[in-house]
T-cell receptor
Framework: DADVTQTPRNRITKTGKRIMLECSQT?????MYWYRQDPGLGLRLIYY???????NKGEISDGYSVSRQAQAKFSLSLESAIPNQTALYFC?????????????FGPGTRLLVL | GNSVTQMEGPVTLSEEAFLTINCTYT??????LFWYVQYPGEGLQLLLK?????DKGSNKGFEATYRKETTSFHLEKGSVQVSDSAVYFC???????????FGTGTRLLVSP
């Protein structure tokens, strides 16, 4: 079984809808991240969390919110989806104590906003 | 701020050719440097890393050397295979906040 899972894997939604992307991990890592990937732009950090009580904005947090429900779960919400949020979204985890800066990625969620 | 610049792709090679993908960085201090690989339909996975100047990271026949004097971390492989076709991302770690900064990615296409 994968250590970092994301649901759904694919999602089509309409402008203005609220949607949630979920991430779960069995690695026991404290740190979790959400990125989006766009062609020609690489990965950009949306939000990150260093533990359940710690949430931080990344470089492109506008239009997004997150919830860290437990050490193993980190959800990303789009309160009112817009077409330019069409992208591939990745969740990642890390643990400085054991893996240093290495991050472990989920398989991604492909989101299309019409 | 910290940034990573890598060569644009796609890079198209025949099997057994030599591969170089260039990566340069701008950073304060001495970050750790990484190469991640993304195979079609999958998430990113760590390929190799180096944590200090002159360190060489290696894995699966790929190598990269941390060059502080040229602020570079170029990825090389002596003989590529079709199975190496993927997108390769160079990244650095912001040591202050334990975040990764990624380059834009370079797509490698290897033909038989």
């Amino acid at each position: 079984d994968a250590d970092v899972t994301q649901t759904p894997r694919n999602r089509i939604t309409k402008t203005g809808k609220r949607i949630m992307l979920e991430c779960s991990q069995t690695k026991g890592h404290d740190r979790m991240y959400w990125y989006r990937q766009d062609p020609g732009l690489g990965l950009r950090l949306i939000y990150y969390s260093f533990d359940v009580k710690d949430i931080n904005k990344g470089e492109i947090s506008d239009g997004y919110s997150v919830s860290r429900q437990a050490q193993a779960k980190f959800s990303l919400s789009l309160e009112s989806a817009i077409p330019n949020q069409t992208a591939l979204y990745f969740c990642a985890t890390s643990d400085p104590g054991t893996t240093q800066e290495t991050q472990y990625f989920g398989p991604g969620t492909r989101l299309l906003v019409l | 701020g910290n940034s990573v610049t890598q060569m644009e792709g796609p890079v198209t090679l025949s099997e057994e050719a030599f591969l170089t993908i260039n990566c340069t960085y701008t950073a304060t201090g001495y970050p750790s440097l990484f190469w991640y690989v993304q195979y079609p339909g999958e998430g990113l996975q760590l390929l190799l890393k180096a944590t200090k100047a002159d360190d060489k990271g290696s894995n699966k026949g790929f190598e990269a050397t941390y060059r502080k004097e040229t602020t570079s971390f170029h990825l090389e492989k002596g003989s590529v295979q079709v199975s190496d076709s993927a997108v390769y991302f160079c990244a650095l770690s912001d040591l202050s906040f334990q975040k990764l900064v990624f380059g834009t990615g370079t797509r490698l296409l290897v033909s038989p």
